[in-house]
């Protein structure tokens, strides 16, 4: 029993070591924690319980046998954020690079078919170097494994990848098939296949951070929602990400406690929207002043920044933000704008979690290269999803909402449950410009006329009475009772109950 227990404390001292030392200390250098650092920062103090420490692979070829570490090159287990249960998996870039071997694997798989089990997010910490390639198709079998383990859970439980040094060939897939990835400035990089591949077959010569670092993907591919400065920075944002989002889609939103009374005026609202309707003005001021504490978690804040998505609570509970941003692009809907919309709807939706939609949107941007590049598909996406929402959809629509943007913006006639607007409101076809000039194209070279034209069509159809008079509307609300109004809204909708037919699935715009 002794001798056991002897062993057991050895046994486990060793597990802690991970590569050892040196390579420990390598890790440091580069600016990264080890994978049990990071585990501990993510995790309450103390909840952290490991599953298969011990675990060690069985690979035999190429004098494998002789080098057998304990875990293997992922730390697997479940803790608590913020007294929450969260499962987690770390690469560990000290053993073999983190590269992922059949029992590597196995590991992985069994902390997802737990997470899916309990129904409780599955966070996971990559920093390795794609298939372990002493194994070979032992490898690849157990990536295809933990890919299907990560589409099985899609829309039942929140999965979260955060990229922590390289991420290269098989670990990209598990990630993009997550509901969020987050990346590590200057330490990690996302590729399929890396710069020596990219030269020889395409002759580029890029580095590493150029082909897939975090700025790279989180303003140019949109494959990342995020950045963080480093490691520390990134786990505590992963904490805070993890009080917003639901354990499971049944679980329904997190509660927390909130100072902020629902019926707080905001009197700076109302001159929030300039005079002159072409002029900017921050959208994320409204989002911040309507929710709780203006606590608001961006998500692909850096990409298609024309539309604003993220994270707030109202009355203490999760909401989804989706707001056009006029400080960009004047909040055109573009491609990019809409997939980002798309897949934030989406993942909103799945958890039921209801969204608060913020319009001023001039439209669809014209132009060959979003034609050619599919607008029609990627803005269908973003009409696709918020027509597919069966949660509670309040929208107030702050100044511009026109042609068929105004239609996709989580409008009446897709499903918005309460719509509302501001007295600025300009709800129509297309602004008074383009307007004259198709209606009234005989007056074009007769000032006087078609500036009377314009007043005429500014008068009676930029406003938000004509759609209100329909009941497209449901009420003018004044911009500093935006919060309250917003808030009560909600809380009615917390019963809503939406059928759709029954169906093997969708069949989204991909
Ligand atoms: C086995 C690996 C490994 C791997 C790294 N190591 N990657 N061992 N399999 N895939 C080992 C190295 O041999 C080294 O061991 C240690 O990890 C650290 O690696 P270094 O190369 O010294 O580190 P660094 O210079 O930081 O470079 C990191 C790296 C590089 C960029 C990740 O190691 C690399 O390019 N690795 C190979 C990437 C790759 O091609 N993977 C296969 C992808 S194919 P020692 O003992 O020397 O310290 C794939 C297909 C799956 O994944 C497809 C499924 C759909």
Same mark, same amino acid.
Not at 355 to 364: E, N, R
Not at 487 to 506: C, G, S, Y
């Given at each position: 029993?002794?001798?056991?227990?002897? &062993?057991?404390?050895?046994?486990?001292?060793? /597990?802690?070591?991970?590569?050892?030392?040196?390579?420990?200390?390598? &890790?440091?250098?580069?600016?990264?924690?080890?994978?049990?650092?990071?585990?501990?920062?993510?995790?309450?103090?103390?909840?952290?319980?490991?599953?298969? +420490?011990?675990?060690?692979?069985?690979?035999?070829?190429?004098?494998?046998?002789?080098?057998?570490?304990?875990?293997?090159? =992922?730390v697997t287990g479940w803790g608590t954020v913020n007294g929450r249960q969260v499962f987690v998996f770390a690469k560990d870039f000290t053993v073999?690079?983190? @590269?992922?071997?059949? !029992?590597? %694997?196995?590991?992985?798989?069994?902390? $997802?078919?737990?997470?899916?089990?309990?129904?409780?997010?599955?966070?996971?910490?990559?920093?390795?170097?794609?298939?372990?390639? &002493?194994?070979?198709?032992?490898?690849?079998?157990?990536?295809?494994?933990?890919?299907?383990?990560?589409?099985? +859970? @899609?829309?039942?439980?929140? &999965?979260?990848?955060?990229?922590?040094?390289?991420?290269?060939?098989?670990?990209?897939? @598990?990630? +993009?098939? /997550?509901?969020?990835?987050?990346?590590?400035?200057?330490?990690?990089?996302?590729?399929?296949?890396?710069?020596?591949?990219?030269? !020889?077959? !395409?002759?580029?010569?890029?580095?590493?951070?150029?082909?897939?670092g975090a700025r790279v993907h989180t303003t140019r591919s949109g494959v990342a929602d995020g950045a963080f400065e480093n490691d520390v920075e990134a786990l505590l944002q992963i904490r805070r990400l993890l009080d917003f989002l639901p354990a499971s889609y049944e679980s329904g939103v997190p509660e927390w406690p909130t100072r902020d009374e629902i019926d707080r005026i905001e009197p700076s609202l109302d001159s929030l929207v300039p005079q002159n309707a072409n002029q900017p003005y921050d959208i994320k001021e409204l989002i911040q002043k309507t929710a709780d504490e203006g606590d608001f978690f961006e998500i692909n804040e850096a990409f +298609?920044?024309?539309?604003?998505?993220?994270?707030?609570?109202?009355?203490?509970? /999760?909401?989804?933000?989706?707001?056009? $941003?006029?400080?960009?692009?004047?909040?055109?809907?573009? @491609?990019?704008a809409s997939r980002k919309a798309a897949r934030f709807v989406r993942f909103?939706?799945?958890?039921?979690?209801?969204?608060?939609?913020?319009?001023? =949107?001039?439209?669809?941007?014209?132009?060959?290269?979003?034609?050619?590049?599919?607008?029609?598909?990627?803005g269908a996406k973003l009409l696709f999803a918020y027509s597919q929402c069966t949660v509670p959809l309040v929208t107030v629509i702050t100044r511009k909402a026109y042609g068929g943007a105004y239609d996709v913006m989580a409008s009446k006639h897709i499903g918005g449950d309460v719509n509302y607007a501001w007295p600025s409101a300009q709800i129509a076809v297309m602004g008074a410009k383009g307007a004259v000039e198709i209606i009234f194209r005989a007056d074009i070279g007769d000032a006087e006329k078609i500036s009377a034209r314009t007043k005429e069509y500014e008068e009676r159809f930029l406003s938000p009475f004509v759609a209100a008079e329909r009941g497209y509307i449901d009420e003018v609300i004044e911009p500093h009772e935006t919060?309250?109004?917003? %808030?009560?809204?909600?809380?009615?909708?917390? /019963?809503?109950?939406?059928?759709?037919?029954?169906?093997?699935?969708?069949?989204l715009p991909l």
């Open positions: 029993m002794t001798d056991i227990n002897e &062993q057991l404390k050895h046994r486990r001292a060793a /597990t802690l070591k991970g590569g050892g030392d040196a390579r420990i200390e390598a &890790q440091h250098k580069r600016g990264k924690l080890t994978a049990r650092e990071r585990i501990e920062l993510l995790m309450d103090k103390g909840s952290f319980e490991e599953f298969d +420490a011990f675990v060690q692979h069985r690979a035999t070829d190429f004098g494998m046998e002789k080098t057998k570490v304990p875990g293997d090159g =992922v073999f690079g983190g @590269s992922l071997s059949e !029992t590597h %694997a196995q590991k992985i798989m069994k902390i $997802q078919d737990m997470a899916l089990k309990t129904r409780a997010p599955i966070v996971g910490l990559f920093d390795a170097g794609g298939a372990r390639i &002493q194994e070979g198709v032992a490898a690849l079998g157990g990536y295809g494994e933990v890919f299907k383990r990560n589409v099985i +859970a @899609s829309g039942v439980i929140p &999965q979260i990848s955060v990229i922590m040094g390289p991420c290269a060939g098989g670990d990209v897939y @598990s990630p +993009a098939m /997550t509901d969020f990835i987050f990346m590590v400035k200057d330490t990690s990089y996302m590729f399929v296949t890396g710069p020596d591949v990219v030269k !020889t077959v !395409t002759n580029e010569t890029v580095t590493a951070e150029e082909l897939g +298609a920044k024309n539309i604003v998505t993220g994270f707030g609570r109202v009355a203490g509970r /999760t909401v989804g933000f989706v707001a056009n $941003q006029p400080m960009v692009l004047a909040g055109v809907l573009d @491609s990019d909103c939706d799945a958890f039921n979690i209801p969204l608060v939609t913020f319009v001023d =949107v001039p439209g669809f941007l014209p132009g060959t290269s979003q034609e050619y590049g599919g607008l029609i598909k990627h919060r309250r109004r917003v %808030a009560r809204a909600l809380a009615m909708l917390r /019963t809503k109950h939406a059928e759709r037919p029954r169906k093997k699935h969708d069949n």
